[in-house]
Nanobody, 131 residues
Framework: QVYPVESGGRLTQPGDSLTLSCSSR????????VGWFRQAPGKEREFVAA??????????SDRQSMKGRFFITRDNAKNTVFLHMNDLKSEDTATYYC??????????????????????WGKGTLVTVSS
């Protein structure tokens, strides 16, 4: 079983960039599709980005609030999946969660499909954007 572990969350200012990391305990993330989600206080969890196990294809949220600012990459040699966040805004304040699928090394055809496949969740890392 894989246990995703997030890191990198902190207090940052509007306009800054921040990269979050997702590694793992137990099995490595190498054969797992990985996604990033976030949940702001008082709001439902929402999808941010996801990547196939091989990293050759990724899905990004289609929410206008995140378009063009958030990107996902992975380095399987380092057992890490990154969420790159640019031009941060106060509304990006949230706990960011990393999740992994069941390691099937399958292909996902859509954002909704890869989101539904997430099975193992980390405990989250808090990002606060405030001046």
């Amino acid at each position: 079983q894989v246990y995703p572990v997030e890191s990198g969350g902190r207090l940052t200012q509007p306009g800054d960039s921040l990269t979050l990391s997702c590694s793992s305990r137990g099995r490595t993330l190498t054969t797992f599709a990985v996604g990033w989600f976030r949940q702001a206080p008082g709001k439902e969890r929402e999808f941010v980005a996801a990547t196939h196990w091989h990293g050759a294809q990724s899905f990004l949220s289609d929410r206008q609030s995140m378009k063009g600012r958030f990107f996902i990459t992975r380095d399987n040699a380092k057992n890490t999946v990154f969420l790159h966040m640019n031009d941060l805004k106060s509304e990006d304040t949230a706990t960011y969660y990393c999740a992994a699928d069941d390691g099937r090394q399958g292909g996902y055809e859509s954002s909704s499909e890869i989101q539904s496949a997430m099975r193992y969740w980390g405990k989250g890392t808090l990002v606060t954007v405030s001046s």
